[in-house]
């Protein structure tokens, strides 16, 4: 038998962690600050409220995203074909984990081949941005987008992540430089993402003067990837310098507005801790345009494909409910004045 390469256990490890241990931020998303005006007389039919959008020449039924999760993996295999499937039966976007691993080792290039089961979704390939700064170059990016047909490529950032993994790739710098490269290059759109810490203004202005078509804010207030990194420690000085950092990060309604400031014409992918519908709702009534959901969709989708469909089902409409309370008809209409700080 094989001997388990070290990059497939790591995937291995993060999928049984995040369905068994309690992994959350201590930070919350701050979308609790936010409330919606309650509209007694909406003047809508909730049946005729549309949440249908174009996203990179593709159509979508509603503004979610499955968030990049896992793969590289038999079990990752199962769970990305069912989301993929649920995916395709409601005509929302997916996006796959890291593909470094079937980069490595072609033959779990399969792990994350879901066009099979969903041949017209709008699909998002993923490599570690910081990669670039290991051997990684514009040919290994089209690799990725090609294994799978995908539409887009998310590069992914986490220096937090690898600061605290056992040997992790820590060096990010001139790492711009490369993004930039990659977007000149790539014949797909390149999505900046973060992984559960959420973007500053400053992050914002550099990705946008790189080149990316979308940021993928990822912020507090979620799965906090530190205290993942903990739960597989090698030993006590690792986990307790991983431990350290559990409140780290800025929170998900903030990294929208950090974005929306910083390059308002940016498309604004929201995740990071999202719940709901209602949080969706919320996040595109401050600037975003899809909003990403993974823990809730992994531990559905790791039952079955028809409890990932409900999920979805469910999600859809509670962001159509929202709209209609809030007595909006349409997703453009959700950003005008609709949400109000409990704080002010």
């Known amino acids: 038998m094989s001997k388990v390469a070290p990059i497939d256990q790591r995937k291995a490890d993060h999928i049984k962690i995040n369905l068994e241990q309690d992994v959350r931020s201590a930070l919350t998303t701050g979308l609790e600050n936010y409330r919606f005006i309650h509209e007694a007389l909406p003047e809508l039919d909730l049946n005729r409220i549309s949440l249908s959008l ?7 039924a509603a503004p979610l995203l499955i ?10 295999e ?27 080792h072609p033959e779990q290039a399969k792990t994350f081949q879901v066009r099979r089961v969903a041949p017209d979704i709008l699909l998002f390939a993923n490599l570690g941005a910081v990669q670039l700064n290991y051997g990684y170059n514009i040919d290994h990016c089209r690799r990725a987008v090609d ?17 605290v993994q056992d040997a992790g790739d820590t060096n990010f710098e001139g790492l711009a430089k490369k993004i930039e490269d990659v977007c000149k290059q790539i014949k797909v759109p390149v999505i900046a993402k973060e992984v559960g810490w959420g973007i500053s203004e400053r992050t914002a202005k550099l990705l946008s003067n790189c ?9 507090a207030g979620g799965t906090s990837w530190s205290q993942v990194e903990m739960h597989r420690a090698p030993d006590d000085f690792t986990r307790q310098l991983a431990a350290t950092f559990v409140g780290w990060g800025i929170p998900t309604s903030d ?8 390059t308002p014409e940016m498309t604004i992918f929201a995740s990071g801790g999202i719940k709901d519908g209602l949080d969706i ?64």
């Open 54 to 60: 174009s996203l990179f020449q593709k159509k979508l």
């Open 67 to 76: 968030s990049s999760m896992t793969g590289g993996t038999a079990e990752a």
């Open 281 to 344: 709702a919320k996040c595109i009534a401050l600037g975003a345009t899809l909003g990403g959901m993974a823990g809730q969709f992994l531990k559905a989708a790791a039952i079955s494909t028809e409890k990932a469909v409900e999920m979805m089902k469910l999600t859809k409409r509670q962001i159509e409910v929202t709209m209609f309370a809030a007595g909006v008809g349409t997703l453009e209409g959700l950003k005008v004045g609709k949400l109000m700080s409990q704080n002010l």
């Open 147 to 163: 294994m799978i047909q995908a539409d887009a490529l998310i590069l992914h950032l986490n220096p937090l992540q690898e600061a």
């Open 78 to 104: 199962t769970i990305n074909l069912r989301l993929a499937e649920a995916a395709q039966e409601m005509n929302i976007a997916m996006g796959v984990g890291s593909q470094r691993a079937a980069i490595e």
């Open 255 to 262: 990294s929208i507005l950090n974005v929306k400031k910083a």
């Open 211 to 219: 080149g990316v078509s979308a940021i993928d804010v990822a912020g």
